[in-house]
């Protein structure tokens, strides 16, 4: 299953600079894990924002949401999910 998720990241002004750093540090390895495992299929910066656009393959919406939630930044996050499905007209497999 595809699903379209957008991610903005919020992080408190009063942040000590080393814990925002490890939680980047942590986000960034299980981010990169879960790409060489082709299930973070897409990961996208949206320009000037501290924000991204991602596409996820998993199982099932529960899947997607335990990945979700186990992010490092997962707290300081505001995600919008959006399932995919096969448009009709594509002329594209589901293969991204
Ligand atoms: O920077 C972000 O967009 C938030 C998050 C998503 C992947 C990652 O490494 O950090």
Redesign the pocket.
């Known amino acids: 299953m595809l699903f379209h998720v957008r991610?903005n990241?919020s992080l408190p002004t009063a942040m000590p600079a080393d814990q925002a750093a490890k939680l980047k540090a942590d986000?960034?390895a299980l981010?990169q894990q879960l790409q060489n495992e082709g299930k973070w299929r897409h990961?996208w910066?949206i320009a000037g924002q501290y924000?991204?656009i991602s596409i996820f393959d998993v199982a099932s919406v529960d899947e997607l949401h335990a990945l979700l939630t186990a992010l490092p930044?997962f707290p300081y996050m505001q995600i919008e999910v959006m399932p995919l499905c096969r448009h009709p007209s594509s002329v594209r497999d589901n293969d991204l």
Do not use: S
């Open positions: 991610m990241v986000e960034k981010a990961l910066r924000a991204n930044l």
